[in-house]
């Protein structure tokens, strides 16, 4: 094992050294996209060389301590050798676990920003509720991890809640942690409306895209078709007296069905129209970036049942029963009865199960 880890571990070292060299030269700074894919890399593969400095320095002390276990002679001496080998012993197999993680190949979008959408399904007035219940429980979410969120456009249900609300979070590793909410979010409880206390079944839709930077997709930006409105909504008289919503119409042309699709976006983030308008051209890099990778999506989805959601986005993904206070992720059959806390954004657990599942599903598929 050990031989076999550290092989794999000295390939790296080499290409660790020749990224360093790279990132410092003029020709690849110039080249962005090459330049932040290449320090993307050196700064994985400089956890790896730290996690294998460490590795080799616990495997070092485990044979220097042998040794000097049978050349000493003072028994307490040999005490505190025996017991230094057993800590170092037992610091092997963590180590192990955690440079077999670090060598599995990342997935290329978890350190991006997102834009995430929420859209009431099923259920009527009831799923535009639960839908601003979901949003809710990620607001909190985001604000306990200390990322920012920023509210692009909504529509406000009949009875509260959200037909749809499309909002970006940024911060480190979002997609990496919040991809894992793809999908149909299914919600059991009597209806506010209902008068005979009967509990009803219903949906509310979440898509999480990883945001696109300016080189991942081409854009023409002259053929961009731009409307301005009036934004209504929270803001106070400024938003409705000045024309600060933009609405971007483009003509794209999608390569897997060979036929031009028209992408419409909204943004009324802020008053100020400019912003809008940059933040619009953001969310429809976004969504063309989400269609042209959605083959790759679902390759990676056909592997693992934990990515069931960004494969299949009409795919049921978890339960929410409010009689029973319970929550049920049917990717990896895990059940909680803490349902108020995980409304209250606490959903840290479930998702810490869901990447250990991925992680598991990751290393069998690499070998490790």
Not at 116 to 141: C, H, N, P, Q, V
Request: aromatic letters at 8%.
């Amino acid at each position: 094992m050990n031989n076999t880890l550290l092989e794999k571990l000295d390939g790296l070292v080499s290409r660790y050294e020749e990224v360093s060299t790279l990132i410092t030269d003029p020709s690849v700074i110039a080249d962005q996209k090459r330049y932040v894919r290449l320090t993307k890399e050196y700064k994985d593969l400089g956890r790896i060389v730290k996690a294998r400095k460490e590795y080799i320095d616990t495997l070092d002390n485990i044979a220097l301590a042998k040794e000097m276990i049978q050349e000493e002679s003072d028994e307490s001496t040999r005490q505190m050798l025996r017991e230094e080998l057993s800590a170092s012993e037992e610091r092997i197999p963590r180590l192990e676990e955690e440079i077999k993680l670090l060598l599995i190949p990342a997935d290329p979008e978890d350190d991006k920003n997102v834009i995430m959408e929420i859209r009431g399904g099923t259920g009527g007035d009831e799923a535009a509720l639960f839908a601003g219940d979901l949003f809710r429980m990620y607001s909190k979410y985001i604000e306990q991890k200390g990322w920012k969120m920023a509210v692009s456009s909504y529509s406000e249900g009949a009875a509260g809640g959200y037909k749809e609300i499309i909002f970006s979070v940024t911060g480190e590793g979002v997609y990496g942690i919040l991809k894992y909410e793809s999908g149909v979010h299914r919600v059991q409880r009597v209806p506010a409306t209902e008068t005979q206390g009967r509990v009803h079944t219903s949906a509310a839709t979440v898509a999480v895209l990883p945001e696109a930077e300016a080189f991942d997709v081409e854009i023409n930006e002259g053929a961009i078709k731009w409307d301005t409105f009036r934004s209504s909504g929270a803001g106070g008289q400024n938003v409705n007296k000045v024309e600060s919503g933009v609405r971007a119409r483009y003509m794209w042309h999608n390569p897997m069905t060979n036929e031009d699709e028209e992408i419409l976006v909204e943004c009324t983030e802020t008053r100020d129209q400019p912003k809008n308008k940059e933040r619009a051209l953001a969310r429809l890099r976004t969504f063309i970036y989400d269609k042209e990778h959605q083959k790759y999506i679902d390759d990676i989805a056909s592997r693992r049942k934990t990515m069931v959601s960004t494969g299949d986005r009409s795919a049921k993904i978890r339960t929410y029963n409010y009689p029973q206070g319970r929550i049920t992720d049917h990717r990896i059959g895990y059940t909680i009865y803490n349902l108020s806390a995980f409304m209250d954004g606490q959903i840290q657990d479930v998702i810490d199960h869901l990447i250990v599942a991925e992680n598991a599903e990751r290393m069998k598929e690499s070998e490790l």
